[in-house]
Structures are given as C-alpha cells and as structure tokens.
C-alpha cells in the first residue's frame, strides 16, 4: 500500500497562483502512476491531470490545459500541481491519488487517495 499526504492548498485571488504537493510513503512511489481530481459542491468528481510513473506520459483535463502542470520526484517521493491562472471556477477540494494502471483519467481505477486539501479562488 501506499499512503498519500497534500497540502499547499488556500485562498487565492483570481489569476493568481498556488502549488499543491502530494508526498507519498509506504510501498516504492516509483511503481504507481498518480493523478490529480478535484471536487466541487456543483460537480461530480473531475479529472484534472495524469503522470505516468517514469515522468513520461502527461494529460490534463480540458478545463486546466496551459495553466496547470503536473510533476513528479520519484527521489523525494512527491507529486507536485503546479497552478496558474487561477479562476473562482477552480474552487473545490484537490486529490491525490496513485493507480496501479500504466494510464487512466477513471477515478474508479485509483486505488490510494489523500484526504483532500481545499483551494478556494475569490474573484
């Protein structure tokens, strides 16, 4: 198993910007993929980004493409989001989360989740 930690969350003014970071501990970070979600009050959860366990493979969501980068240090056993350009609609509550999966932007194909860390975007 795997367990995973974020923090980094807050309250941001729009078009500012705020880093989260997932640390990981338990079994080798290095075997799982990881994937950022997040949850609104308004929406079901939504997928946000994917990084493939070497690093090599990145998708985001339609939503956050060109503000929002994913990363990865398999040394330090953490994730990073790095977000820009933030918007009042980002508001809600941003997970981590590792697969077993080589790919996939399903949440029912994670395994492991962190509890959560809330970002708010005030206009």
């Known amino acids: 198993q795997v367990q995973l930690v974020e923090s980094g969350g807050g309250l941001v003014q729009a078009g500012g910007s705020l880093r989260l970071s997932c640390a990981a501990s338990?079994?080798?970070?290095?075997?799982?993929?990881m994937g950022w979600f997040r949850q609104s009050p308004r929406k079901e959860r939504e997928f946000v980004a994917f990084?493939?366990?070497?690093?090599?493979?990145?998708t985001y969501g339609d939503s956050v493409k060109g503000r929002f980068t994913i990363s990865r240090d398999n040394a330090k056993n953490t994730m990073y989001l790095q977000m820009n350009s933030l918007k009042p609609e980002d508001t809600a509550v941003y997970y981590c989360?590792?697969?077993?999966?080589?790919?996939?932007?399903?949440?029912?194909?994670?395994?492991?989740w962190g509890r959560g860390t809330q970002v708010t975007v005030s206009s």
């Open positions: 989360a590792a697969t077993d999966y080589y790919y996939s932007d399903y949440d029912k194909d994670y395994a492991y």
């Open positions: 338990g079994r080798t970070f290095s075997t799982y993929a």
């Open positions: 990084l493939s366990r070497s690093g090599g493979r990145i």
